[in-house]
Every structure is written in C-alpha cells, then in structure tokens.
C-alpha cells in the first residue's frame, strides 16, 4: 500500500529558506508521481509541483524559478526546496503520490490518490 510522510516545516522569514521531505513506502510500478500541494483555511488547494518516475517537473507559475522539487530513487524520498519564500507561500503543504496516473502540469496532484497529513509552512514578512 503506497504511504507518504512529510517532514519539514516550520516558521521562516520572507526571503529565507525552507525544505519539505516526504518519505514514500509502497511504490510497486516503475511508472509514478509524486508531488506538493497546499492550502490555506478557507482557500482551494493548490498544486505546487510534480514530478515523475523520469525526473520530469512541473511548477505553479508563481513558485516557479523558487521552489525545486526533487526526489532521491534510492532513499524513496522526495524533496521540495523553497527559496525566497514570501508570506503568500504560507500554507499547509501535503506531499501526495500516485501510480499509473497523470503527473502534469503541478495542479494534477489534486488527484493523486495517496496524500500525507501535511506540514505548515508559515513565513512572516
């Protein structure tokens, strides 16, 4: 059964820094994708980014250029590093993962199956 378990947040200034880790347990195909979603209270979600068994990425338009998403193969990890974070970046951000499915643009981690509890990300001004 596929899990994810992110890991990572925290409180950050504007301009600073934070990286996101999810492990990933149970992938069974070699076809997969994994990705980042947010939301705030009161707001729809938000598909952050993605990326693919291949290492292919997608990115929110307003994220892209500051976030990285990534994943280690081996380690079955994946990663989104955020860069130059701005207080609009404030949000709960859940790590989701999916198999045989669509993995593009970044709001098609919507519809992953598999989703984590999520991790607040809160970045003051």
């Known amino acids: 059964r596929l899990q994810v378990v992110e890991s990572g947040g925290g409180s950050v200034q504007a301009g600073e820094s934070l990286r996101l880790s999810c492990a990933v347990s149970?992938?069974?195909?070699?076809?997969?994708?994994m990705g980042w979603y947010r939301q705030v209270p009161g707001k729809e979600r938000e598909g952050v980014a993605t990326i693919d068994s291949e290492d292919h990425a997608s990115y929110l338009d307003s994220v892209s250029g500051r976030f990285t998403i990534s994943q280690d193969h081996a380690m079955k990890t994946l990663y989104l590093e955020m860069s130059r974070l701005k207080p609009e970046d404030t949000a709960m951000y859940y790590c989701?993962?999916?198999?045989?499915?669509?993995?593009?643009?970044?709001?098609?981690?919507?519809?992953?199956?598999?989703r984590g509890q999520g991790t607040q990300v809160t970045v003051s001004s």
């Open positions: 149970g992938l069974s195909y070699s076809h997969y994708c």
């Open positions: 989701a993962a999916d198999e045989f499915t669509i993995c593009h643009p970044a709001e098609a981690v919507l519809e992953f199956e598999t």
